[in-house]
């Protein structure tokens, strides 16, 4: 799976909020074990079950967690983006992948062996910290998550999942249209409803003037209308 990248790619950039705790023997250890692989639109990075060995880095591109649910039903569970860094709490837990996860576009993910980041959480209490810091925040995201996607309604949820893209990704030059382009169905999954579901809620953001739609395209007409809708549910 992926192809490995041949390009020098500078870790102390790429990896700044790691860099910045790491020692230079530490700095030095990272740069022998890393590795950067190429995955194309589409291509699994890891699948549920396989067990877990590598801390993993989005560098560029885009990659959506998600779980298969009852019925064969994907529910995706999060959208990385760069630069954020997955793949690694179901090695602290000891257990295999409970989710998979795949490139939504071409991609470059940098992986590190896990066990490597293990030994030097041992020594290093600066990084440690960095990755409590960051179980904490996706745990908070996540108990956030469960409650609006089991109590907010299909507008609710969908208007949700429009403004998590805006945040995520950004807009595109024109200010205004999200900058990424996703399939109803996968919209859809994102929000926990059916994809008929969701391509009705799209048309009627459309006929109420809070979105206009491109092909996979989305632009924010109404911003503070759609922020309404999310918080009301």
């Not at 790491?22 to 067990?51: C, D, G, M, P």
């Not at 989710?99 to 209490?125: H, K, Y």
């Not at 809620?201 to 996979?216: K, M, W, Y």
Request: hydrophobic share 40%; net charge neutral; glycine share 6%.
């Amino acid at each position: 799976m992926g192809r490995k990248a041949k390009e020098i790619i500078d870790l102390s950039s790429t990896l700044a909020d790691i860099w910045r705790v790491l020692s230079e023997e530490e700095r030095e250890q990272i740069k022998k074990n890393a590795r950067f692989v190429h995955y194309k639109k589409n291509e699994t990075i890891y699948i549920e079950e396989e067990q877990p060995l590598d801390l993993m880095c989005l560098l560029k591109g885009k990659v959506k967690i998600y779980k298969s649910g009852v019925g064969g039903r994907t529910q995706i569970i999060r959208m990385i983006r760069p630069i954020q860094y997955f793949g690694y709490r179901a090695f602290f837990a000891r257990e295999p992948y409970v989710t998979a996860a795949s490139a939504f576009e071409a991609s470059t993910v940098c992986f590190i062996s896990m066990e490597l980041i293990e030994d030097m959480l041992r020594e290093n209490g600066n990084l440690a910290l960095f990755f409590i810091q960051m179980l904490s925040c996706d745990l908070g995201v996540a108990d956030n998550r469960v409650v609006n996607l089991t109590q907010k309604h299909v507008r609710g949820r969908l208007a949700e999942s429009l403004i998590f893209l805006k945040e995520s990704y950004g807009l595109e030059e024109d200010g205004a249209t999200i900058n990424i382009y996703l399939a109803r169905e996968d919209l859809a999954n994102l929000s926990n409803m059916t994809t008929a579901n969701a391509i009705r809620t799209l048309a009627n953001f459309v006929n109420e003037r809070i979105i206009s739609l491109d092909g996979r395209k989305i632009k924010i007409i109404d911003e503070d209308k759609l922020l309404k809708i999310s918080k009301i549910g």
